[in-house]
Each structure stands twice: as C-alpha cells, then as structure tokens.
C-alpha cells in the first residue's frame, strides 16, 4: 500500500462494465490506493453526473485523465506515471481515447445495450478500424525502437492504461484485432503487470 496517500480514502462512484471506471480501478491498484467502490441503481443516476465519480474528502473528480494525474502527484510518483517531458504526448493519447470512445465506446454500447441502436454502424466500424490501425502503426515502430509502450519510457504511463481498455474490449464492440499483431502484443504485456486486474470480457492471465 502507498504510503504518501495511505491516509486518504477515496471512494468511487463505480460501473463494473464501463471502461472508464476500469480505468481508474487499474491505476488505482497500480499506485497501491486504498479506495472503496459503490455502485447506485440506474434509476437513482443523476445523468448529468455519471461514473466514475472519485470523492476524497468532498473533493470531486470527474475525467479519468484528471483521476490519473491527481494520483499521480498525490503519490509523488508523477515523473513515473505523468512524466512531464511527455505533456503534449499525453495529451494527443487523451484525445486519441476520446475518438477510441466516439467509435469503439459507441459500437461496444450498441452491443450490450439491446435497447440502443445504431443507424451508423458500418461508418463506426470503419472509424474505429483505422483508428487502431494507427495505434498498431505506433506500436510497430516502437518496437523497431526497443520500446514496449505508448512513449518512450521503462513502464507503462498514463497514456497505455488511459486507452487500455477501450482496445482490449474491442472484440465486445464487433471489432477484431487478429490483424493488429502489435497491439496484441501490447495487450499481453499489459495482462502481465502485477497491478492487473481482470473485468467483464477481459480475464486475468494466469
């Protein structure tokens, strides 16, 4: 457990499906945080207001990149997991999750979601694919590089675990990876890490 936020107890307005919450819940376990999930019945939701909700002490916050770097710096572990030299990387990654959500999120929604239909389906699909054929792309030649992550760094960063599951879960969105031997592999590698931990529709490595 980290010692710098031992004393700080967070709660988490938490959605065992959502990709965002899983987000959080990884890089949570990742910096060793204490925290405390709970989950509101659908009808009691504020929409305007939807998980993840991370509260610590009537603080609220709201976006998971928000989540990561107010973790990071609490656990003085920013350099580490919000490197500041990768700023501007971080955020072409934050944004290239947000198209990852207007494609992916959208299709993986529609499909566990019987009431909600889609009359763009076929354009989506074709979003989301080229999408992570660029990720492919960028994994491929951070390989040539030697490197096993998004930036140029030892571990994992903010950027890897921020786009993680919305990748990992794209078979649930009708999307296949069998093409994607990089990302693949960059899913593996992530599956591996000691802080993994496992969802509905991605398992843990054993």
């Excluded at 031992?6 to 959605?15: N, P």
């Excluded at 786009?163 to 994607?180: C, E, R, T, W």
Aim: charged content about 20%.
């Amino acid at each position: 457990m980290n010692s710098n936020i031992v004393s700080v107890h967070f709660k988490l307005a938490d959605d065992p499906l959502s990709t965002e919450c899983y987000s959080v819940r990884l890089i949570l376990e990742a910096l060793q945080v204490p925290y405390q999930s709970y989950y509101e019945p659908l009808d009691a939701l504020d929409l305007n207001i939807l998980p993840p909700l991370l509260s610590d002490r009537g603080l609220e916050h709201e976006s998971v990149d928000q989540f990561f770097s107010f973790l990071a710096i609490s656990a003085q572990l920013q350099q580490q997991w919000y490197p500041n030299i990768y700023l501007n990387d971080l955020k072409h990654w934050n944004q290239f999750n947000q198209s990852l959500k207007n494609n992916l999120g959208v299709l993986r929604k529609a499909a566990l979601d019987f009431g909600y239909f889609l009359d763009n389906e076929a354009f989506l699909i074709q979003e989301a694919e080229s999408k992570l054929n660029q990720l492919n792309d960028h994994l491929c030649l951070q390989t040539v590089l030697g490197q096993k992550w998004l930036l140029n760094t030892e571990q994992p960063t903010l950027a890897d675990l921020l786009i993680f599951p919305q990748v990992a879960l794209a078979s649930d969105a009708g999307v296949k990876l069998d093409n994607d031997l990089h990302i693949r592999r960059w899913i593996n590698r992530i599956r591996h890490l000691p802080y993994f931990i496992p969802m509905p529709g991605l398992l843990a490595v054993h």
